[in-house]
């Protein structure tokens, strides 16, 4: 055996690698350090046989970790496990905190977290094999790869919509809009902004977890948004680092282990029957060959002798009779009733629109954080009282009953469509006011925007409050005519409404 002193020097100048160690080894184990890698000293010693088998085992371990970290053909670094520990130093840190404190809030949270949990883990395995194997050249195996992803994803959103009457309903709503950042894996060639971007949709409900932290005064909530925000902040540092544009694949590796079902087939369309050819059988086509005889349209009928005439056998007109129990019964016509579908209510911002929808008996709903390319949307809502703060771009009401809105400023106008009893108040300015197919409708105009348009089609029950000038809170009531008269003038018609309606 041959006692050495081993210096490694890597081919990057920027990472040098230094190893001074008296080991032993053998033949084979040497002929693995060749130049330029490897400085070999070479002298004779004699070491104990279990000196020797401890010094080969570390020996060892210190080639598969070089061999780890050393360069493919073409000067490309292969990929090694030394991404899958830093993203293993993401779960081990902010995300292990974010599991133990949604654990301590209990609740939907608790269980959600459940199911964010399996996301990452479910990353952390596609991580592994690429890795290991190279990129699959079939689009349905590296589907396959990220079905466990996708299916995770799902089932965090799917748990928020089943829990929308929760108390802890922006937490969930938190973790359902960022959890789409593990979806990373699938892009390219910029997944680090994709990250961030998700990321940032979470923090509409973020913020309102902190702001009722703050007021309640409960520190675990805190903890539990900013240990959440720093687990996306570190995974957009990550990818940033080792998969910036894209999963870095093993290109010297093997193919995924992965089988993709075969696609079924779907049963091919029973062929239709073939049309049979009309016949005298049938009733029109009898009538008509009968008719087509013409003179010889008698010739099948039977004579009827006296015996067989009812006009003159009373007892056969009574037994000629049909019953009623013989007659056939009418089928029934009438449309089942159906029942109306509820859903369950909704107030949420996706990307500029403000969705407000299925409420019932909620008078205190506020929206606040607006913005001028925002829309609000207010739909099948039941005596429901809406206030919308700041100035936004549209906002409608779409199947309303006993419903009001109280808004500031719109830019592009107030439309009112479909609803009953509906109210509207205006503090700011609207430039148009639109209201079609709506039965009892009462506008509060303000001093900004007394000369707004209202436009109005298939309504009726149209009421405009106009501001008294000098007398703050006094109104004078408009009603709007519904009722109209169209005159020809020779070329045309002019329209006016009616003395009823005026």
Not at 206 to 226: F, I, P, S, Y
């Amino acid at each position: 055996m041959l006692f050495f002193a081993v210096r490694y020097r890597s081919k990057s100048s920027h990472w040098p690698i230094s190893l001074s160690k008296n080991i032993v080894c053998s033949p084979t184990l040497v002929a693995a350090f060749q130049p330029p890698y490897l400085d070999l000293y070479c002298s004779l010693a004699t070491m104990s046989a279990d000196r020797l088998e401890a010094v080969c085992v570390r020996l060892e371990a210190a080639v598969s970790r070089l061999e780890g970290c050393g360069g493919g053909g073409g000067g490309a670094i292969a990929p090694s496990s030394e991404s899958v520990e830093a993203y293993d130093e993401i779960l081990n840190g902010p995300f292990a905190k974010f599991t133990q404190l949604s654990a301590t809030i209990g609740g939907e949270v608790e269980t959600q977290a459940v199911y964010v949990k399996d996301g990452f883990q479910a990353v952390r395995s596609f991580l592994v094999i690429a890795s290991k194997h190279k990129k699959p050249s079939d689009e349905a195996k590296l589907q396959a790869l990220m079905k466990p992803i996708s299916a995770a994803i799902g089932e965090v959103q799917s748990y928020r919509e089943k829990n929308r009457p929760s108390k802890l309903f922006n937490h969930l709503s938190a973790v359902s809009e960022a959890i789409g950042a593990i979806g990373w894996v699938a892009l390219s060639p910029k997944p680090g902004p994709f990250c961030k971007e998700m990321a940032d949709a979470g923090q509409f409900y973020t913020n309102r977890v902190l702001k009722e932290a703050k007021e309640k005064g409960t520190q675990t909530h805190t903890d539990w948004v900013r240990a959440f925000m720093q687990c996306l902040k570190d995974l957009q540092a990550y990818i940033m680092k080792y998969h910036t544009t894209g999963v870095v694949w093993n290109a010297q590796g093997s193919e995924a282990p992965v089988t993709v079902a075969a696609p079924t087939k779907a049963p091919a369309p029973a062929k239709p029957a073939a049309a049979k050819p009309a016949t005298g059988g049938g009733p029109p086509a009898g009538l008509f060959a009968a008719l087509n005889k013409g003179g010889d349209v008698t010739t099948g009928l039977k004579k009827v002798s006296k015996d067989q005439m009812t006009h003159k056998n009373p007892e056969l007109r009574a037994s000629s009779m049909v019953k009623a129990a013989d007659a056939p019964k009418a089928a029934s016509s009438a449309p089942k009733a159906t029942t109306a579908v509820k859903k369950p209510p909704r107030l949420e911002r996706r990307g500029n629109k403000w969705e407000v929808e299925w409420q019932d008996n909620n008078p205190n709903i506020v929206i606040d954080d607006t913005a001028t390319k925002q829309t609000v949307y207010i739909y099948k809502c039941t005596n429901t009282t809406v206030q919308v703060k700041g100035k936004v771009n549209n906002i409608t009401l779409d199947g309303c009953k006993k419903t009001a809105v109280v808004f500031e400023d719109v830019i592009a106008g107030l439309d009112i469509i479909n609803c009953q009893s509906v109210q509207a108040q205006v503090t700011g300015a609207t430039p148009i006011v639109n209201i079609d197919k709506s039965d009892g409708c009462q506008i509060y105009l303000s001093e900004k925007c007394k000369e707004a348009s209202i436009i109005t089609a298939k309504s009726s029950e149209m009421n405009i409050m106009v501001p008294k000038t000098g007398s703050p809170g006094e109104y004078t009531e408009c009603a709007l005519p519904e009722q109209f008269s169209n005159k020809w003038n020779g070329k045309g018609f002019t329209t006016e409404p009616t003395d009823i309606a005026a």
